[in-house]
């Protein structure tokens, strides 16, 4: 049964790959033609464009006639009336159609199938009526095995020192030895595989030792080289401030000496002393009154006089 069904399987398979290549290649040939038909209607219109552009005065339409004896155009509702049955027709025709096909597409694979039923179930035929036959011969054969016994051994012959028979058969000293040579191989393999493992992991160990000591080294560089920027930036920013506060100072004693330039710039002296008001007769401050402009310093040298 799970043969019959692998086989039924396989030829389905078959089938729909078969149906889709034919799809596949009609799709492509569709496409082809459109692409073609496509092709063509541009070209044709970048022709007629062409065509008219390259003559500008004349008329881009066909001239026309008047047939004054023509008989008179039939009503269009006519022809399609006509139009519609052809169409329905054609509808119909190719709806029979794809139902005719469809019914001999199944009636072909149900033959198929009972075909292929068919050849199944006598192939199975065959195969039980083969092994059947092969079973009877195998047990004639069997029965003439028993039936014409052969005869036994002659004795061992006398002038024979070892034995004859039985030399390779297998007996406990034998096997003995067989499983202490198969044990001997096992601990030797397990051994070797012990000594693989092991080179494995201190292969890894020292890896990861030299992984761990490059870390740390970078580490150690990382951090030694953040310490000097660190510092170089301290030093800059120090360097920068007292640029900067020296600076500072001098733009402020320029300003101020300019300041100064700029009160007393333009001021000539008798300019400078008309502030200080005097008077007329005596030749002092309006303010003055019973005052000496003479000073009298007596500190360090007796009867000395210092006039301002």
């Not at 070209?43 to 008329?59: L, M």
């Not at 509808?91 to 199944?120: C, F, G, P, W, Y």
């Not at 020296?246 to 300019?271: D, M, P, S, T």
Request: contains cysteine.
């Amino acid at each position: 049964q799970l043969y019959e069904d692998r086989l039924l399987h396989q030829y389905q398979q078959q089938k729909d790959t078969l149906a889709q290549a034919r799809e596949h290649a009609k799709d492509t040939k569709n496409r082809n033609i459109n692409q073609k038909t496509a092709r063509y209607n541009f070209e044709t219109g970048e022709n007629r464009k062409k065509a008219a552009w390259e003559r500008p005065n004349e008329k881009l339409f066909e001239k026309s006639y008047v047939f004054d004896k023509r008989p008179a155009t039939e009503p269009s509702y006519a022809r399609q009336v006509k139009y519609s049955q052809e169409l329905e027709s054609q509808v119909n025709a190719r709806k029979h159609l794809r139902e005719s096909l469809k019914k001999e597409t199944d009636l072909l694979e149900k033959l198929e199938q009972i075909q292929l039923a068919e050849e199944l179930a006598a192939s199975r035929e065959v195969y039980l009526s083969q092994k059947a036959k092969e079973s009877y011969q195998y047990q004639r054969a069997l029965e003439e095995q028993i039936r014409c016994k052969p005869r036994p051994l002659p004795a061992a012959l006398p002038d024979s020192n070892q034995p004859i028979f039985g030399i390779h058969d297998v007996t406990d000293k034998k096997r003995q030895a067989k499983r202490e040579y198969a044990e001997s191989v096992f601990r030797d393999q397990l051994q070797a595989e012990r000594e693989k493992e092991e080179d494995v992991v201190r292969r890894r160990r020292r890896e990861q030792e030299e992984e761990l000591a490059m870390l740390r080294r970078n580490k150690t560089e990382l951090v030694e080289d953040m310490r000097s920027r660190y510092q170089e930036r301290v030093e800059q920013r120090n360097e920068l401030e007292r640029s900067w506060a020296r600076l500072a100072a001098e733009k402020r004693a320029r300003e101020l000496e300019e300041a100064q330039l700029e009160k007393e710039r333009g001021v000539l002296v008798h300019e400078q002393c008309d502030k200080y008001e005097r008077c007329r007769q005596c030749k002092r401050r309006k303010e003055n009154v019973g005052k000496s402009n003479i000073l009298k310093e007596t500190r360090f040298t007796a009867g000395a006089k210092l006039i301002l």
